[in-house]
């Protein structure tokens, strides 16, 4: 017997499908975040034959851009990877009170 409130939101399917999703090979995964790193990499190349401070200020930016947006990212899908937790544990503890045990018989048969 599920609680409205334990129903999954779109973002929380989103991210529970994300971690059930087996990517192919680690290439896609490289591709991924390469796509934003390779190009500072380049610059830093270059910064470091042709000393162009221009270019450097612009690999260093390009990093940090990216390092916002990973960390907004992750911090985002922590809520909802949170609220999951909490919506799988209520869901658990139901399937056990369902089959007769209370919460406090699970806790007193562990200890």
Excluded: C
Aim: hydrophobic letters at 40%.
């Amino acid at each position: 017997m599920s609680d409205k409130n334990d129903d999954f939101t779109d973002e929380e399917k989103h991210l529970i499908s994300s971690y059930l999703h087996k990517y192919p090979s680690k290439i896609e995964a490289i591709i991924r975040h390469g796509i934003y790193i390779l190009p500072s990499a380049i610059f830093a190349v270059y910064v470091f034959f042709k000393k162009d401070f221009i270019a450097s200020f612009v690999s260093w930016a390009a990093l940090f851009i990216y390092l916002i947006w990973y960390l907004s990212y992750i911090e985002r899908y922590a809520e909802s990877f949170y609220s999951i937790l909490s919506k799988y544990e209520n869901r658990v503890a139901g399937m056990s009170v369902n089959r007769g045990e209370t919460i406090q018989d699970q806790t007193d048969s562990r200890q």
